[in-house]
Every structure is written in C-alpha cells, then in structure tokens.
C-alpha cells in the first residue's frame, strides 16, 4: 500500500488535517516536517518556568510545548516552549490550542535553545523574526549553553534587548514587573 505524505495549499487546509497521533508537525512550504521530541533538560527549564509563571497568574494563561502558534513565512507555526496567554485566548483555544494571526497575540513567548548552531540560529533569528512579525510584545530566549536568558520587548514594530541575564542576576520583565526570578533558578540542577 501506497501512503502519500497529505499537502496543503492554505493553513486553514492545515488546520483541517487530523492524523489522530500525538505528534507536533510544523507546515513548511506546504508538507508537514514532524518535529523531534525536546531533551529532557529543556523541558526541565520550561517547567520551571512554567511553575514560576502559574504561580504568578494561575495556570490557564499558561501553556506548555503544546500550544501552536500561526506565524508568517516558513514554516507555517511554531511551538514555544513556553507561552503566556493572554485572557481572552482562554476561551479562544478550547477547541483548539492553536493561536490564530487573526487572533490577539500572546503576552509573552520563552523559547528554550536546543543544543547545535541550527537550533541557535532558528531561535535567535528566525523565530525572533517572526515572533516580531506577529507583534508579541516579550521575547525571551533562554540559552542552557551560555546560561542566560535573554529579554527582548516589542517597540513600535522592533524588538529591542531589555537585557541579557546571567547568574543571579533577577529577570527583568517589561509585562510582569511582578517577577522575582533568579537565572540561576531556572538553570539549577540542570546540567
């Protein structure tokens, strides 16, 4: 028996596609790229963080690695590794955890880098761009080979560095000035 990969014109055809797995697939250039599972210790950072932010605003505004987001030029969507939603998105993504371009932006989108120059590359560039492109007002990238996390704030139509942290440095975070949070947190026991 013959399987053909399935192709889609629209990301609305995307949208459509069900294959009743459990898979993450990003859209590029019409076919689906299945995405390879995260390390064990990025999911560990994100999970802190995850604690960290539901602690600070309850957890139905944050989502893991499972919330899709719909983004401009390839590949189609992304998958943050750790995205603050905003309330009215709540009841927006009961059917489905994908953020619409029509929809209102999240708040905030951490991406944890995976080890290799084509990972560092996707998030530090690639990613921003399109993550600017969407109007995310917060970017944080945060770097388990350098140990740092990096705050990017959207300013007109650009984001601009709010600082690199490291250390114990404190975060800080244009939207939640409320945070009180070491670098150091995130990175313990980690390595």
């Known amino acids: 028996m013959l399987i053909t990969k399935p192709r889609f014109q629209t990301f609305a ?7 009743n797995s459990e898979e993450f697939y990003e859209l590029f250039n ?4 299945e995405m390879p599972p995260e390390s064990g210790f990025n999911y560990q950072i994100a ?3 995850f604690f960290v932010f539901a602690l600070m605003l309850g957890t139905d505004r944050v989502r893991g690695h499972g919330l899709e987001l719909e983004v401009r030029g390839e590949p189609k ?3 943050p590794d750790l995205t603050i939603i905003r309330e009215e998105h709540i009841q927006l993504l009961s059917k489905r955890n994908t953020i619409l371009l029509t929809m209102p932006s999240p708040s905030l989108v951490i991406e944890v880098v995976s080890p290799g120059e084509i990972q560092r ?3 530090y560039i690639a990613k921003r761009s399109q993550y600017q492109d969407c109007e995310i007002p917060e ?3 945060v770097d388990p080979q350098t140990q740092t996390i990096l705050v990017l704030e959207l300013q007109g139509n650009m984001y601009i560095t709010i600082g690199t942290f490291s250390n114990n440095d404190l975060v800080k975070s244009p939207l939640f000035s409320q945070l009180n949070l070491k670098v150091s947190e995130v990175f313990n026991q980690v390595n």
């Not at 055809?13 to 294959?19: A, V």
């Not at 019409?30 to 790229?33: H, I, Q, S, T, Y």
Request: no cysteine; hydrophobic share 25%.
């Open 77 to 79: 969507n992304r998958y």
């Open 47 to 49: 999970n802190r963080l």
């Open 13 to 19: 055809e995307y949208l459509q596609y069900e294959d």
């Open 121 to 123: 590359e996707r998030d």
């Open 139 to 141: 970017y944080w990238i």
């Open 30 to 33: 019409g076919e689906l790229v």
